[in-house]
């Protein structure tokens, strides 16, 4: 099937196709084998050494988990695309395979908020990280010193909406060599590429927006094959002996599947892959959905704020709008103090609290109260995050009914 040929949609349901799929079978099957078969002993050695293509040990590679980072780096525009268990064993996986002690990264302090407490991990093993606000590049510049190996950022931050000043800061990075890494869960594929801002490497967590359902989690890292891995400082002479291209995925196969395990599991990769033929259609009715509980809340004089990308009040919505196709089923919102936020969640009938996004279903949570508790109140403040902040994950129910439960739980 030639590349671009046909839509987004299209291009996920037919992608299994363009390899030979045992019986036709219109769904990549799911291979539980953990070991696989050769012609002979000669043949193995060739897989083994990287001679010729074929699947080692489950661990590193597994057909169906193949037929989803297909699937993904199709999405992706990319050279290549690994799976992961998770989406933080993706961003664990680049922290494993690219870096070293006296690395220096600069990140979004803008984050989702598991990928700021990796980072502070990181920087209890010996690697520097500063934390910019990125939504302007003059930030990023500031911080760069010459050990920076990785800029990275999301594209909308969770959960204060905040947009990453992607474009200028990858012409910056491109500039500098300097590898850029942008978390793309938030918008997903379809509706950013971040190769179109010059990304070398793009982290999805398939979990959310890809797979869609909440049944299954997955992660992925696609190489955009626009950062020239000769530049970078830590590629072991082993990758080297691949073209230059491959040398950055080679080593992060090897170092997150072969050594440290983060694979994803072949029963995941199927739901996920099944999930990501209606992603388009979720997405659209998500960001419509989105759009009409952001204006209505912001509307209501018991709403103090509304921190939608949609949002003509949003500080980057003129960015938004240029760079993504539509502005996302997330936002977020902070009530009027007389109104308490645990009352309020409770009063709710169809949103449910809990603490996935990208779901099917609206979810929402207690930002401070939860998943940026651990923090404290003072990173939380820095982060812009008020105690009363609520995320909600918009899904895909009927706009009238969802407008008309946010709307009751205000009205009592
Ligand atoms: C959820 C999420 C992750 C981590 O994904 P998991 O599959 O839950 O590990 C990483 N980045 C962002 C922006 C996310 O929303």
Redesign the pocket.
């Known amino acids: 099937m030639a590349k671009n040929k046909y839509g987004f949609t299209t291009n996920i349901l037919h992608s299994d196709r363009q390899k030979p799929i045992e019986h036709g079978s219109l769904h990549k099957p799911i291979h539980t084998a953990v070991a696989f078969g050769y012609r002979d002993a000669r043949e193995l050695a060739a897989v083994f050494q990287g001679r010729q293509p074929g699947y080692r040990y489950g661990r590193q590679g597994n057909p169906t988990v193949s037929a989803l980072e297909d699937k993904v780096n199709q999405m992706e525009d990319g050279l290549s695309t690994i799976c992961f268990s ?4 993706a ?1 664990g996986a680049i922290v494993q395979g690219l870096l070293r002690q006296g690395d220096h990264v600069v990140s979004s302090a803008y984050l ?1 908020g ?2 700021n407490s990796l980072w502070q991990t990181v920087a209890a093993q010996g690697v520097a990280v500063s934390m910019v606000d990125a939504t302007d590049v003059a930030n990023v510049e500031a911080a760069l010193t010459p050990s920076t190996r990785i800029v990275f950022v ?1 594209t909308i931050a ?1 959960p204060r909406t905040q947009i990453a000043d992607l474009a200028r800061i990858g012409q910056l990075c491109r500039e500098r060599g300097i590898l850029y890494v942008v ?1 793309n ?2 918008t997903s594929p379809y509706l950013f590429q971040p190769k179109t801002v010059e990304a070398g490497l793009v ?1 999805n ?4 927006s890809i797979g869609g359902h909440g049944n299954a ?3 992925s890292l696609t190489d955009t094959g626009l950062y020239d891995w000769s530049r970078y400082p830590h590629i072991a002479e082993n990758y080297k002996k691949y073209p230059t291209p491959q040398w950055g995925m080679a080593q992060i196969r090897a170092k997150g599947l072969r050594d440290f395990g983060a694979s994803l599991g072949p029963e995941a990769a199927h739901h996920l892959a099944v999930g990501a033929e209606t992603m388009a259609l979720r997405i659209e009715r998500e960001c419509a959905n989105a759009m009409s509980l952001a204006r209505m809340l912001e509307a209501d004089e018991r709403i103090a704020a509304v921190h939608y990308p949609g949002l003509p009040t949003h500080p980057q919505h003129g960015l938004a709008g240029e760079l993504f196709k539509a502005f996302g089923g997330l936002f977020s919102f902070e009530l009027k103090p007389e109104i308490d936020c645990f009352d309020y969640l409770n009063r709710l009938k169809l949103a449910i609290p809990a603490s996935n ?1 990208g779901d099917t279903r609206t979810l929402v949570i207690p930002v401070a109260h939860t998943i940026f508790y651990e923090m404290g109140p003072e990173r939380r403040a820095s982060m812009g995050i008020a105690e009363s902040l609520i995320r909600v994950s918009v899904g895909i129910e009927d706009t009238e009914d969802l407008l008309e439960d946010f709307r009751q739980a205000l009205a009592a």
Do not use: S, Y
């Open positions: 998770t989406g933080m064993a961003i989702f598991n990928t999301e969770n978390d869960t938030m982290v967590a398939l979990t959310k989690l997955g992660g996004l």
